[in-house]
């Protein structure tokens, strides 16, 4: 199978090996399968009896033909260990209370989903590095606004052959997630704090990439940089795995009649993750509706139920953060396969996204995504009454993220009538995002005044869950990572650092 740009300014058609080791293309596309490989309804059946690490070799071997089965065996064999993940089911589906259905993915060591797909991508990517003949080490860069820099460090430390660097803002992260990041372990590790928000640290990353004389030197010494964010196919292949995973658990259970259609309810920003669950359904999944669920920050919303996207708009900081985020890298994938594979107009939507901000689809792609797509957004304000009412009637808890998930849900079915079971994606543990979740669980009071490790406890407490190991005494760890650069000091941070590890 071979992996086209997006753009179709990039002539060459490369291995999935190529793919991932380039991240992205360079007409500034992003790299799509030539083909979607189908599974049949017998091969479904078959794959109900096995367990996610054996679901997922079926899974990735399709995509990444040019990986030998015994490669990917060995690299899902590294990924999802027990050590790394606290549960034997890896993602597990839970049932509160029988009308709704729970699709967990925060069983890894950093607590939120990003794990499922970066506690893998290091193996994918080094091997795609040997197959393709490449001798330089590879140099991860990542700008984050949270989650994907801490489970970006967790993946790649001390694997062979790589190093990562990470910039996160220096006042645009949680407590929890800013001692996540500086106290992390590892020799070929970095993580900078940015004097600024995510937008800087993003934008200083993107000048770093396409600095020419700066990647000359690298190569000089034998490195190359690559990225470990969402644009890479490494990293959306295995979110795949998931879907068909959740699906093949409820038929396992007799909750499902042979074909019988789901619905998936995915908590929504960059889209990746509810793009990999496209994927599933194109793949022959018996999927009914893929529901995009947003919060204050609608541009998805709106471009589903218009065919404009338009981000010239307002950014709200929200307590969904993951989810605050104004143009949705992944999206450009979607409208590739879904206009038909027509290169010109998404090099004409994507014109118009960067000149103006603003694209309209044209009516039958529009047409053509409302027929897979449904979505809706939730406020503050609905998000923490959601968690609160859930706990209410069924002792679960749910993060933030999830919880707008719920909430778009319940309007979905308001709208709709569709009864179709349906399950709502998880993306973080309650414990990532606690001092909301503990605002709306045990109220205002229980809060004030509290930090969040205090609160981490006082949750556990309430709740009677366990505090998941990776964020257990946090606080008392060493903080390994001092290191801070303004904007226009990432640059000269990077070669420091390249000197160091
Ligand atoms: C990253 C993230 C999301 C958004 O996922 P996308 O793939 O960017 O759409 C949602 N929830 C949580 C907790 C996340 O970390």
Redesign the pocket.
């Known amino acids: 199978m071979f992996y086209e740009s997006t753009r179709g300014q990039y002539q060459s058609k490369v291995s999935s090996a190529e793919a991932i080791k380039m991240g992205i293309a360079p007409d500034g596309g992003l790299f799509v399968p030539g083909e979607i490989p189908l599974i049949t309804g017998e091969q479904l059946l078959e794959m109900t009896a096995l367990d996610y690490r054996a679901r997922a070799v079926r899974i990735l071997k399709a995509f990444l033909s040019d990986y030998t089965e015994e490669e990917i065996r060995d690299c899902v064999a590294q990924a999802y260990t027990s050590e790394k993940f606290d549960v034997p089911e890896v993602a597990p589906v839970r049932t509160p209370d029988d009308a709704l259905y729970f699709l967990e993915l925060w069983h890894g060591p950093t607590c ?3 794990d499922m797909a970066l506690q893998i991508l290091p193996h994918l990517l080094t091997r795609a590095a040997a197959k393709t003949g490449e001798e330089a080490s590879i140099v991860i860069l990542v700008a984050t606004s949270g ?2 820099g801490k489970a970006a460090l967790e993946g790649f430390k001390d694997v062979p052959g790589t190093k990562i660097i990470v910039f996160y803002p220096a006042r645009g992260v949680s407590e929890v997630q800013k001692y996540q990041m500086v106290t992390q372990e590892g020799t070929n590790v970095a993580v900078v704090a940015v004097r600024g928000n995510f937008d800087d640290a993003q934008t200083g990353v993107k000048n770093i990439f396409s600095n020419a004389d700066f990647n000359r030197l690298l190569q000089k010494e034998h490195y190359r940089l690559s990225s470990a964010n ?1 644009i890479n196919w490494g990293r959306l292949a295995p979110q795949i795995v998931y879907y068909f995973s959740a699906y093949l658990d409820l038929a396992a259970k007799g909750a499902l009649s042979p074909g019988e259609k789901i619905n998936f309810v995915v ?8 793009l990999a669950a496209f994927y599933a359904r194109e793949m022959g999944l018996p999927v009914n509706r893929l529901i995009c669920a947003a919060n204050v920050n609608n541009v998805l919303t709106g471009f589903i139920r218009t065919g404009v996207y338009d981000r010239v708009r307002e950014f709200h900081k929200t307590i969904s953060p ?2 605050d985020i104004l143009i949705s890298s992944n999206l450009e994938r979607l409208l590739y396969h879904l206009s038909g594979r027509d290169h010109e107009r998404i090099r004409e939507w994507m014109a118009a996204l960067n000149r103006s901000g603003v694209y309209r689809v044209d009516a039958d792609t529009h047409a053509r995504i409302g027929k897979i797509f449904w979505s809706g957004y939730a406020g503050d304000d609905e998000t923490l009454a959601t968690i609160d009412s859930l706990y209410r009637r069924c002792g679960y808890v749910v ?1 933030t ?1 999830t919880a707008v998930g719920v909430r778009v849900y319940e309007k979905y079915t308001t709208a709709t009538g569709d009864g179709a079971k349906t399950v709502i994606v998880s ?2 543990s309650p414990f990532k995002f606690n001092e909301s979740v503990a605002r709306a669980v045990l109220g205002e009071n229980a809060v004030r005044g509290k930090d969040e490790f205090r609160l981490l406890e006082d949750l556990a407490a309430a709740t009677g869950l366990e505090i998941p190991a990776g964020l257990r005494g946090l606080e008392q760890k060493p903080a390994r990572h001092r290191k801070t650069a303004g904007r226009d000091q990432m640059l000269a941070a990077v070669e420091d650092i390249l000197r160091a590890i």
């Open positions: 939120a989903f990003k989650d994907t969402s908590p929504t920003g960059n889209f990746g993750n509810i993951s989810m993060d993220h993306t973080a």
